[in-house]
């Protein structure tokens, strides 16, 4: 449930917060979220299902996206996942229908399973070199991605990481990956 006031639209996490765990959760009302460098941990359920929300910056500092933490957040259109960010959480962005852009930086070495499932309008998604796991169903179910870069760095592609993309039209699979999922 929602901890924050209907009335809030616009929130400012004040910079003693380091953590933050499914507080915004279900806050259908809540458009954008300045998130301060205190914080290195945006955890499971954070923002979950607010549907209303369009603009959310990650700042540097966060080194987790915890698991569920932005899905279902609808009205999101873009994200950059900061080069701090070591590992996108089960879930973390699933069912943003809205998301069109993902920009995903160099530090991040693990896409959780069911990460990104669900985005509809995503097109194209580039995975940067640090990756080396994409987990189960991760980019399942993005029926618009016509596109996708996996580098050298990835060994692994979880069972379904690309099931239910029926746009998708050209897939390399690099020599250094040692195990395909169904």
Known sequence: L???PETYTDYIIPDTVTAIHGAFEDCSGLRSVTIPDSV????AWAFGACTGLVSITIPDSVTEIGEMAFSG???LT???IPDGV???GEGAFEGDTGLTS???SDGVAEIGAYAFCDCFDLTAVTIPDSVISIGEGAFAGCSGLTSVTIPDSVTELGDGAFSGCPELTSVI????VTSIGN
């Open 40 to 43: 290195t941990e945006i955890g």
């Open 73 to 75: 957040c609808s009205g």
């Open 2 to 4: 929602c901890y924050v």
């Open 173 to 176: 699979i690099p020599d250094n």
């Open 102 to 104: 993902i920009i995903i």
């Open 78 to 80: 873009a994200i950059t």
């Open 86 to 88: 070591a590992t996108i």
